[in-house]
């Protein structure tokens, strides 16, 4: 079946340094790629997708690009900030089925002014 | 436009009583999905309704898990009776009508946080 992992946490930065959040993917087919933010205290929201092979998403000055070769949608962004921390999720959905998301474990960043 | 909301918030119970928890999607969307997530663990999908209709139950884990989305409006899930093992965040989430070929956004809601004692 489908199935996500992504890098186990809590990735702890200081303000303005790089991120990198691993996530690679099993899948039939290709996917559609997502990463998802929780914010404390907030539901899941959308920060990107992906649909196709080689399309990134962004947002927010995140990255992530979809990459069919290697089953990965590494999450990055070049300058964190203290409000960006928060779990993030990796998912997807298969091109099968109805629509439901299949997530990795969550990774949870921190981050120090 | 309001999002989609849960009640409650957090529901603290003991082993072997009942609790409902309740999902308000968004309005007009059509597809309602509910997912859970146990002991800092990956975000597991339970089941989506489309309308009144329950397309796809294959996550629910057993029997004791009840889901209902009468008039296609707000959606429930009752566990009964609770067990230890049930204790997790459960997610509602809704998305409008699917689209041939589209992947049409979930958006979620904050959450029930259920604690089984």
């Known amino acids: 079946g489908n199935s996500v992992t992504q890098m186990e946490g809590p990735v702890t930065l200081s303000e303005e340094a790089f991120l990198t959040i691993n996530c690679t993917y099993t899948?039939?087919?290709?996917?559609?790629l997502f990463w998802y933010v929780q914010y404390p205290g907030e539901g899941l929201q959308l920060l990107l997708k992906?649909?196709?092979?080689?399309d990134k998403g962004s947002n927010k000055g995140f990255e992530a690009t979809y990459r069919k070769e290697t089953t990965s949608f590494h999450l990055e962004k070049g300058s964190v900030q203290v409000s960006d921390s928060a779990v993030y999720f990796c998912?997807?959905?298969?091109?099968?089925?109805?629509?439901?998301?299949?997530f990795g474990t969550g990774t949870r960043l921190l981050v120090s002014p | 436009e309001a999002g989609v909301t849960q009640f409650p918030s957090h529901s603290v119970i003991e082993k072997g009583q009942t609790v409902t928890l309740r999902c308000d999607p968004i309005s007009g969307h059509d597809n309602l999905y509910w997912y859970r997530r146990v002991m800092g663990k990956e975000i597991k999908f339970l089941l989506h309704?489309?309308?009144?209709?329950?397309?796809?139950e294959s996550g629910m884990p057993n029997n004791r898990f009840l889901a209902e989305r009468t008039g296609g409006t707000y959606s429930t899930l009752k566990v009964q009776p609770a067990e230890l093992e049930d204790s997790g965040v459960y997610f509602c989430?809704?998305?409008?009508?699917?689209?041939?070929?589209?992947?049409?956004?979930?958006?979620f809601g904050p959450g029930t946080r259920l604690t089984v004692l």
């Open positions: 989430a809704s998305s409008q009508a699917l689209l041939a070929g589209g992947n049409n956004e979930q958006f």
């Open positions: 992906a649909t196709k092979a080689d």
């Open positions: 998912a997807l959905i298969g091109r099968t089925g109805f629509q439901k998301l299949v």
């Open positions: 899948a039939t087919g290709y996917p559609s």
């Open positions: 309704f489309v309308k009144e209709s329950k397309q796809d």
